[in-house]
Structures are given as C-alpha cells and as structure tokens.
C-alpha cells in the first residue's frame, strides 16, 4: 500500500516497506510454527518407542519407526466406541440445538406477545451462568430421573442454549419481511412460513452455529466426567483422559498416539472447511455487537 | 404491513418496516419458544434455584436435610482452601487475558497488513489449537513441558543452554504459567480471527487520512486502530475474562489438582467437593461465589467500558 503511495520527499519509504514485510512474515511464520509445534512433536513421539525416549529425548524423528503404538493404543481401550458415542451426541445435540433456537429465534424476531421483551432479557441473564454453578443440582436432578451414566445427560442440558437464540434471532431480523408476506399472501401457515422460508435464508447462522456447537459437544470434558461411569458410554476426551491417568509417565508414545487417534481427523475435518469455519467462528464472535 | 400488524395502533406505527410482520400471536409464540424454554427452565434456571438453596443447607445428597444459614458461605469465604483456589484463579485470568489478547492484537494487525495466499495460511496455523480437544492439548503439553528425560523443554533448555529448568508441572511457582501457557496457545487463534474480523471493518480513508496527516505506524495503530477496534477488544475480553475464571478441562488434564495444590482452582474445588467428598453445600457455596465474582469482575469491566471503548455511532 505505502509503497504505491510514496511521500515526496522520504524517497527512502517504498524501498524501507520490503524488508519491514520481510521481517512481519518471518515473525508470523515463526510464531505458526510454534503453534504447530506440539502436534508435530505428538505425531513424531507417537511413533517413537519407550527406549529412545529416555536415551535420546531431542531426537525428532523416530528410530525405529514403531507403527505398532497406534494398534496397541486401540487395544487397550475401547476407542471406536468413544469416536461413535463423540460423534453420535454431537450430531444430534446440534440438530436439536438449530431447530429449537432457530423457533424460540423466530418467535422473539418475528412474533409479537406480550412479554416478549422480558423473556428475551431473562433469556439473556441465564446466558450469564456458568454450568459449573448449577452442576451439583443438575447431578442430583438427574439422578432422580435416572439419566445419569446416559449419553442424555450431555446432550438435553447443552440444548439450553441461550446464546443460540441470539445469534439466530440477529440472522432472522436480517431476513426481508416481504419474503415472509409473500408466502403468507400464498396461504402458507406460521409453521411453514418458519419451515420453507425462514430456515432457508438463514443457512449461514445456522452454519455458523451447527459448526460452534458441534466442536464445543465434541471437545467437551466436564460434563462427561461428571455424568459418565461406564467405560462403554465414554466420549473420545473422557476415555484419553482414563487412558492416560492408568498409562501414566511410562507409556508416552501410546499415550500420544491415542491423542494423535482423536485429534488428526477434527484436524482434517477443519482443513477441509477451514474458510467457513474460520468465518463463521469470528462473526459469532462479534455477533454480541 | 398494517393489514398484518394487527397490534395496538401504537405500536403498529413504531416498528419500520424492517422490523418484520408481527402479528400479535400468543399461542404461536408459545409454540415456537416452548422447546428452547422448557430446555432453559429445566436445565438451567431450576438447576440455579436448587443451587441457592443448597448453598445454605448441609447435605450430603442421602440423608437429612439441614439448614445452615450462612455457614457454608462463611466457611468457604474463611478456609485456605478456597482462598487459594480463588487467588490460582485470578491469577491465571490475569496471566492469560492480557498476553493472550496482546498477543492476538499483535498478530491480528500483523496479518491484516499482509496480503495474499501466506496471511491465509497463517491463520489457519494459529487457529489448529481452538479446534483441538482441550485433554488431548493437555497430553501433547504435558510431553513438552515434563521434568524429566521426555520433556523436551527441559531437556533442550539443559543440552543448548545449560541451564536446567524449573518443574514446570509440579513446582507451585510455575504450575500457574504452565497452565497460562496452555490455555493462551488454545485460545490465541480464536481471538486473533475475531480480532482479524474487527480490524477489517475499520475503513481504509481513516487510515489513509491518518498516513496522510503525517502519522506513523504507531502513532496510527494508537490512534485509529486500537480505538476502533475497542468494542471487539472489550467484547473478547468479557468473554476471556469468564471462561479464565472457568479454567477446568486443560488443568485437570496437565497438572493432577488433587497432588498439587497451586493447580487447585475454583471449578476443581466445586467439582472436588460436590462430586468426589460428596459435600453438596459447600460445594454449592464455592459455585455460588464464582458466580458472584463472574458477576462482580463482569460489571466492573463494564464500567470501565464507558471510559475506555470507542463507540462509533
């Protein structure tokens, strides 16, 4: 930019921008590699056997190759379980959180009632309390209906999803009402107006939001440690977490093999879609202005 | 539109037309807020309620119920327990939030002045962490950050330097960096987009204007940028700010809490408590003064908001 618009009289300027440039990409890129640096080394140690990692802890890559690590890994623990039970709750724990937030979205957006404006202010409140507040009454309640140690226990609660009806309720409000009169002009009722036109026009909030919940279902830990007993029923972060508590200091390169197991196909998955991914990631970030 | 804004004549002239066909329709409304509500009471506002009862009460989730006053706040807000956990906690809030968002201010202006296909790749470098599973995060830190011959910090810090390095994991002096270091490198990425997001909607004439008027980088950056960029900084912040006072998954993970007392905080307090030494009013006391202190922190960061956020309207 500056180097298209040089200041008379600094004809040093446009030449200074280049290395400047230079220096900002070496700085950034140096800093990526950093970030990328533990999965890098995971991948290497998960291929490396328990005696070079205590006699040549620097060496980066493995000598032998040891491939076994990852069979052993899957041996010791029921980890294509935990993968289906991972990935089961989180389909399903985003399907009800879109449909159920975009209809109480539709309502504030679109339906007038009295109390409207109340509702949606307290709606806003409980966005306010962290579930580790109301853990304990949930375990007991729960309990009491007999869903603890069940994969319903992690997926009702995370359908209460406040911040979900508002980011919808902003993508609604942006929605042309003449769209909406045109059906209704052609008979349709609330539910299909809702239905077939609505939900259409809002495909990247819905995007968005199916893609944030979907990772905070998959990655969560809390929740599954504190409703899931049975080693059957285990998500893929309880079970690693299990795996490397009875596998302790010794058996790294298992260890970092099981997390390679769980993380390079998330990693894959967010190559693949990485642009919208990215982007709808930061505009529900700024989605509360 | 007024022949379907069958609302009081007030109200039918208030919303333009954009504000959408607001029929004034109870039972439909009921219909569609129903699943969402009936989500929110049951899991979350009932939840909240049996949570102020049982802050005041002695329980051990089987026998008899007692009523004790303020005793569980009082003994919570008196024992070393929880005072140490609250202070690891604010410590760790006040590690993470200003270097991890510094960190992404910087980055973000870094890359929002480069152009073309490296900029692209930079971010998704720095956004791999916030897709990644915080136990699995965890297990690949620990490896780098262990006091003995795997950890590759220590071991390189010692063979390049000569220095040896501290126990990262288990030394209560550097637990708390450790754990800043881990949950930074996992949220960087995240911050540094919204941040990315927030710095593209700035318009270019400011910039333009500012470099025209003789303004430096950082007479620029100070001036134009940080202040246009405030609301987002103030938005991230809120939400750093909550989630640090949160910390749970990464720590648990890395530094076993129950064996070192510097990595004990708030929410493994409350978990601790409630689900391991089964005391479910003092579990529910420590909860219940995390949220205060939410709340607290929260409202003092939106009254400093007035004078340091740019609004521009």
Redesign the interface.
Known sequence: M?AI?PTPGTPGTPRRVRPG?AA??A???L???A?????V??LL?SFKGVHQ??NN??DWLPDPWRPQNYPDALGKMPFGRAYWNSLYIAVVTVALTL???A??A??F??????G?GV?FVL?LA?Q???I??????????LARIGLVDSHLALI??A????FA?FLLRQFI?AVP?EL??AA?IDGAG??RI?WSVVLPNIRPGLGALGIITF?TS??S??MP??FLNTEELAT???L??RF?GEHG?VE?GL??AA?AI??VP??IA??IG?RR??NS???S??G?? | MALLTRARPRAAAAPPAGRGVRTRDGWWAAFFLAPQVLCLLLFLAFPLAFALVLAFVQWDGLGPVTFVGLDNLGAQLTSPAFLDATWNTIKIALITVPVGLGLAVAIAVGLNSIRGRAAHVYRVLYFLPVVTSSVAAALMWQIILADNENGVLNTSLERWFGISGPDWLFDPQWVIVSISIVTIWSSLGLNVVIFLAGLQTIPPQLMEAARIDGAGPWRTFRSITLPMLSPTVFFSTIVAVISSLQAFDQIYVLVDPYKNEGARTIVYLVWRLGFREFQLGPSSAAALLLLVLTLLVTLVQFAAQKRLVHYDS
């Open positions: 500056a618009t440039q900002l990409h700085v950034l890129l800093g990526g590699l970030m990328l640096f533990p999965f080394w995971m140690t990692m205590i802890p620097l449909l159920t937030s209809m109480a539709y309502a957006a679109r339906i007038r009632f009295r409207s509702l709606f409980t306010m309390v962290p580790q507040v109301t853990l304990v009454p949930l375990y007991l309640m009702l609660p359908v209460a999803n406040p009806v409000r009402v909406e009169e209704r609330r539910f809702f990772l998959w990655n830990f809390l440690l504190v893929l972060p309880l690693l977490q490397s200091a790294y260890i970092l997390s769980a993380v998330t990693l967010f190559l990485q991914i990215i990631m930061a505009a970030g700024l509360g202005r």
